[in-house]
């Protein structure tokens, strides 16, 4: 029988090495190649059959080794791997459609369960990675709204919201955009309208919260 190949991608090489052993274990399933980044993982695309990314990586992170294999390679199959607990974060990548989502802590129990879902066709989500999300439906609720509407933002409106997530005042951003702090101000208005957003404050208080997905829509769009 032909066993599947699986690339393993973390950056911490203990994790990397467990998971190789455990999966070796496995009759079905070989490591072909361990990588420390995601940009490696993209190199060696033809190598696998399944990813196992990490979420948080340098050079490329598992949000974007995720969102290329699944626009170029859709026929390969995809687990995310994390500690990480940003709903931001997590909304996003699962929003990518992998294959497969585990949180770290559990993933000696679950690896095996979740390859042979995801060969069969199907989603698997670990049972803590589950929790976590019914815990918090309402935040992810609140995210993923948010995330949709951050697509509604003109190019200027985008900058802007940049601007405000650091913490900026209007006369600053005015000044940085070469504008009106008068214009700044009818933006912000317009801005908290497509985002849904009521109250001044409001619109700085969670732009700052949620600056690393503002942050990273403006360095797609704007730079």
């Known amino acids: 029988m032909n066993k599947e190949k699986v690339l393993v991608a973390d950056d911490h090489y203990l994790v990397r090495l467990g998971l190789k052993v455990l999966i070796e274990s496995f009759d079905n399933y070989t490591v072909s190649i361990d990588v420390e980044n995601g940009k490696d993982a993209i190199e060696a695309v033809d190598l696998a059959d399944i990813f196992i990314l990490d979420l948080e990586m340098p050079v490329f992170d598992g949000i974007k080794a995720l969102k290329i294999i699944k626009e170029k390679h859709p026929k390969k199959k995809v687990v995310l791997l994390t500690n990480s607990m940003s709903i931001p974060i997590l909304v996003t990548a699962k929003n990518l459609k992998p294959n497969g989502f585990l949180f770290k802590d559990c993933v000696h129990q679950e690896i095996k369960t979740c390859l042979e879902e995801i060969s069969k066709g199907n989603y698997y989500q670990g049972k803590n990675c589950m929790a976590f999300f019914n815990k918090h439906a309402e935040e992810i609720e609140f995210v993923e709204n948010l995330l949709r509407n951050l697509s509604y933002l ?44 009521s109250g001044y404050n409001n619109l700085q208080v969670i732009a700052v919260k949620y600056r690393k997905s503002i942050e990273s829509l403006y360095n797609d769009i704007c730079k």
């Open 154 to 197: 003109t190019k200027t409106e985008l900058k802007i919201l940049y601007k405000i997530s650091l913490n900026l005042t209007n006369p600053e951003i005015a000044e940085l955009l070469y504008n009106s702090p008068k214009t700044i101000e009818n933006h912000r208005t317009n801005i908290s309208k497509k985002l849904d957003i």
